[in-house]
Nanobody
Framework: QVPLVESGGGLVQAGGSLRLSCAAS????????MGWFRQAPGKEREFVGV????????DYTDSVKGRFTISRDNAKNTVYLQMNSLKPEDTAVYYC????????????????WGQGTQVTVSS
């Protein structure tokens, strides 16, 4: 198993920034692609972005491209989501997840999930 714990959420004004962290336990973290998803009230879970196990490749949903950046530090078993130019529509619970698939945007291809961290962007 790969226990995951997110942190870094909070309340921020529109245009502001936040950095989310996701810390993993265990030696197998480096073998997993890591994704970020979000879920707003009354909406379905949405793919935000993914980084491959080596960190060499990233992909994002269109609505966050140019504003969000995923990175990972395999020595620290941690993946990050840097969020800039935040908008009220970014308000959601953000989850990190680990996948054995090398590069997936599909939530059902993720094996382990964190508990989520709330991000609220005020207008």
């Amino acid at each position: 198993q790969v226990p995951l714990v997110e942190s870094g959420g909070g309340l921020v004004q529109a245009g502001g920034s936040l950095r989310l962290s996701c810390a993993a336990s265990g030696r197998t973290f480096v073998t997993y692609a890591m994704g970020w998803f979000r879920q707003a009230p009354g909406k379905e879970r949405e793919f935000v972005g993914v980084v491959t196990s080596s960190g060499s490749r990233r992909d994002y949903t269109d609505s966050v491209k140019g504003r969000f950046t995923i990175s990972r530090d395999n020595a620290k078993n941690t993946v990050y989501l840097q969020m800039n130019s935040l908008k009220p529509e970014d308000t959601a619970v953000y989850y990190c997840a680990a996948s054995r698939s090398p590069y997936s945007s599909r939530w059902y291809e993720y094996d382990y999930w964190g508990q989520g961290t709330q991000v609220t962007v005020s207008s």
